[in-house]
């Protein structure tokens, strides 16, 4: 991007965010609409295809490396968009996830399909990575919101028509199609990508930052990601061995995690450090209700599967919707004000999602929680990322993205570890499983409520 475009006054980028950014803004937003479209594809074909690869037992192992392969890709993205610019890594990435996608289509076995999943978590890393470094070094700072939701709009019309579609794939043709499928979609936008990306010189896309390390972190996000995967194993079940990959995945998560975050992070230092830390809990708090939630109100509460599958829908589009929201009507609205509304919003989702356990209140009511704290998401998720990227030295937009990305999968596997244990917890005690819901919900409630009580150390002076 020119410099004489970036320093355009505010007035006039309207017409330039159409006009000067329409080429990248075009491209970009393919990327994400095939990300999301393949995200949303593939995770309800697994099953199927672990089934038919006779690897049912090891379901949650293919399930578990995309997570933590995605820590080491969001690593490997955003130092080298530091270093290099986020074209390289985005375009990497990209051309990634076509590869894992034919990995996975032509799985032989369990292991590698594991193997296909462990690769496309890398690339979904990398390419995440990259699109929130390249708003940041591309677009001036009263547009990135506006970017960010067009990024979350995206995903309405994939969450709509992904997960049927590729259900009708597998169903009446074959789960290999939906993978063989998926890789030719992608293979347009990556060649777009690679080409409107390398039209732009290294000078006009980002100015390199002295303090970037020389190289990444790769060892201790490759360790970081062993221990995550240890942590989720382990708290499948209480007995011996459980415990001891439960002790060994937290010892290598207190000990290498704070090596790739911000100093100060867990301590809410002001600035980027609280920024990080937020999107951990909001991130981990909103992807234990979208995994619990559905689980409760299927097996104990005996809803049907379309409502769930309803208000999964529904949880997309409210999202986007709110996204959309934030960068354009609540434009001007402090961004760190907006955290502390969302954070409030979802506090009344897990509010309603606890109620749930209890006979008396309406399915429906339990169901809307999905929903209601994807609106809640949808204001705070984007105002964090560009809060991180203000807070961002220049040159440095890549490791903060990296920062972020790192601690969302971190809160992601935290929050729903502890879940897990509170809900064995009653049910080793000989608890009602409905009990056991309702307290582990109303755990919940603790994260949501630092977020909006932190969110001010979090403000742009």
């Not at 001891?244 to 809410?268: E, K």
């Amino acid at each position: 991007m020119s410099e004489q475009a970036l320093n355009r006054p505010a007035d006039s980028e309207a017409g330039m965010f159409s006009r000067e950014y329409a080429a990248a803004t075009t491209t970009f937003t393919a990327v994400m609409f095939l990300t999301g479209f393949a995200a949303l594809a593939v995770v309800p074909t697994l099953p199927t295809a672990a089934k038919d690869l006779d690897g049912v037992s090891l379901f949650p192992v293919v399930a578990g490396c995309f997570v933590a392969a995605s820590l080491l890709g969001g690593v490997l993205g955003g130092h080298w968009a530091d270093r290099s610019g986020a074209r390289r890594p985005l375009a990497a990435g990209m051309v990634l996830s076509v590869v894992t996608l034919l990995v996975s289509a032509t799985s032989t076995s369990i292991w590698q399909l594991a193997a296909g999943r462990f690769v496309d978590g890398l690339a979904a890393g990398m390419v995440g990575v990259s699109v929130n470094t390249a708003i940041g070094q591309a677009y001036p700072e009263r547009l990135r919101p506006r970017m960010l939701a067009m990024m979350s709009t995206s995903w309405i019309i994939p969450s709509l028509v992904g997960p049927p579609l590729a259900g009708l794939v597998s169903e009446w043709w074959s789960w290999r199609v939906v993978f063989y499928g998926l890789a030719v979609l992608s293979l347009l936008p990556t060649l777009a990508l690679v080409v409107v990306l390398r039209g732009r010189s290294s000078a006009e896309e980002f100015t390199p930052s002295d303090e970037n390390p020389s190289r990444p972190p790769l060892l201790i996000a490759a360790t970081l990601s062993l221990g995550a995967a240890l942590g989720q194993y382990g708290v499948s079940g209480w007995d011996a061995r459980h415990l001891v990959f439960v002790a060994i995945g937290l010892g290598l998560l207190v000990f290498f995690a704070p090596r790739l975050l911000p100093v100060g992070t867990w301590r809410a230092t002001r600035g980027l450090p609280t920024t990080v830390l937020l999107r951990g809990l909001a991130s981990g708090t909103y992807f234990t209700v979208e995994a619990f939630l559905p689980l409760m109100l299927i097996t104990e509460r005996h809803t049907a599967a379309v409502v769930v599958g309803v208000s999964f829908t529904l949880s997309a589009v409210v999202w986007a919707g709110a996204s959309w929201v934030q960068g354009r009507l609540l434009q001007d609205v402090p961004r760190h004000r907006m955290v502390s509304i969302g954070a409030v919003i979802m506090m009344a989702s897990i509010v309603l999602a606890a109620a749930g356990a209890f006979e008396a209140v309406p399915t429906l009511a339990a169901a809307a929680a999905m929903p209601l704290a994807a609106v809640g998401m949808g204001l705070l998720d984007p105002c964090l990322t560009v809060l991180s990227l203000s807070h961002s030295p220049a040159g440095r937009q890549g490791y903060a993205s990296s920062a972020m990305q790192t601690n969302q999968n971190l809160g992601q596997i935290t929050v729903m570890a502890l879940f897990s244990a509170v809900l064995n917890t009653f049910l080793g005690l000989g608890s009602a499983e409905l009990t056991g819901y309702g307290a582990a919900f109303g755990l919940l409630l603790v994260p949501t409520l630092l977020i909006a009580l932190l969110a001010v150390r979090a403000r742009k002076e």
